[in-house]
């Protein structure tokens, strides 16, 4: 493991990563409101009417729930599960399925599980979350009508670590899966090394030393399968989040780098619900690949 003392950021002053991970402030509170309003709004737009199966626990320890949208009868569908963002502490599944209904009318189902938001739970307590609910569709899939053999996962922010979390390996023994069950991944503006997170105010949430930050960082983690990845990331998105991607793509070395003009950390995302934009083009070509 590299140098617990050696991260991206880790000459810069306090203020100076709060620059660059404080996108809430970056964006300032009217422009922030209005993008958790087209969440939720797209999100209710999307599944009105859309044919799925929403509230089942995936996880009996937890009892955190998910939802299935865009089942057909055309059989089973590829499924895309998406982790939301919120830095591991905001948000939830009823304002993150903005892109249910645009994959539903290209063959794709979606599923979006909610986790037990910080400081309730700790991190390494929602990592495990989300891998059941991937261990969930892997099992229990098929009674849905998903596809359990072509699991894609993407996720926004706290949400683009979690997707980084389940696209390494060392996890899918304990769950009983196979090393290649996540097929494809795109992460959002993801944090893939987060000790920088040890020094800003997220961690007054999570509460992460270097050591546990560097455990849970998925630059600093084996991966004996390396799946297709695009990260996505904002032209106006935090410095620190552009530079996690930057850093992390060439690492991984089966992904591409997709820096979005015109889009910021929160909105780049919402790009999902649009099949014309060039997000939503990449992530079809992920899953039919």
């Known amino acids: 493991m590299d140098d617990l003392d050696d991260w991206p950021g880790s000459g810069l002053s306090d203020e100076e990563l ?3 991970y404080n996108v809430r402030r970056k964006a300032g509170p009217e422009l922030f ?11 209710e737009q999307a599944v009105d009417g859309l044919p799925g ?4 626990v995936y996880d009996e320890a937890s009892g955190e729930r998910l939802d ?12 895309f ?9 905001a948000l939830s599944r009823d304002v993150s399925s903005f892109m249910a209904r645009a994959l539903y009318e290209q063959g794709v189902a979606t599923v979006v599980p909610d986790y037990t938001l910080a400081p309730e739970a700790s991190l390494e307590e929602i990592v495990r979350q989300v891998r059941a609910a991937v261990a969930w569709v892997y099992r229990h899939g098929r009674e849905f009508g998903l596809d359990s053999e072509w699991i894609v996962v993407g996720g926004s922010s706290a949400g683009g670590h979690l ?8 996890w899918q023994d304990d769950f009983g899966l196979p090393r290649d069950v996540v097929k494809a991944a795109m992460p959002f503006s993801g944090l893939f090394d987060i000790r920088p ?16 930050a560097a455990a849970l960082s998925p630059a600093l983690l084996d991966a004996d399968h390396r799946c297709p990845a695009v990260f996505a990331v904002a032209e106006d998105d935090g410095d620190g989040f552009l530079e996690q991607s930057r850093l992390f793509q060439p690492q991984w070395g089966a992904g591409e780098l997709m820096i979005v003009p015109g889009r910021d950390h929160f909105d780049v995302v919402l790009d999902l619900a649009d099949p014309e934009s060039r997000v939503s083009t990449e992530l079809m070509r992920l899953i039919r690949r």
Not at 53 to 56: D, E, L, R
């Open 53 to 56: 199966h929403p509230g089942i």
């Open 33 to 43: 409101e209005r993008h958790m309003v087209r969440y939720r709004e797209l999100s």
């Open 163 to 170: 997707t980084g979390m389940t696209m390494v390996g060392g």
């Open 197 to 212: 997170i040890t020094r800003v105010y997220v961690n007054e949430y999570v509460k992460l030393d270097l050591e546990r």
């Open 81 to 89: 599960v998406f982790l939301h963002g919120g830095y591991w502490m």
């Open 68 to 79: 299935v949208w865009g089942t057909g009868d055309d059989g089973l569908r590829p499924v």
């Open 18 to 20: 709060d620059v660059a």
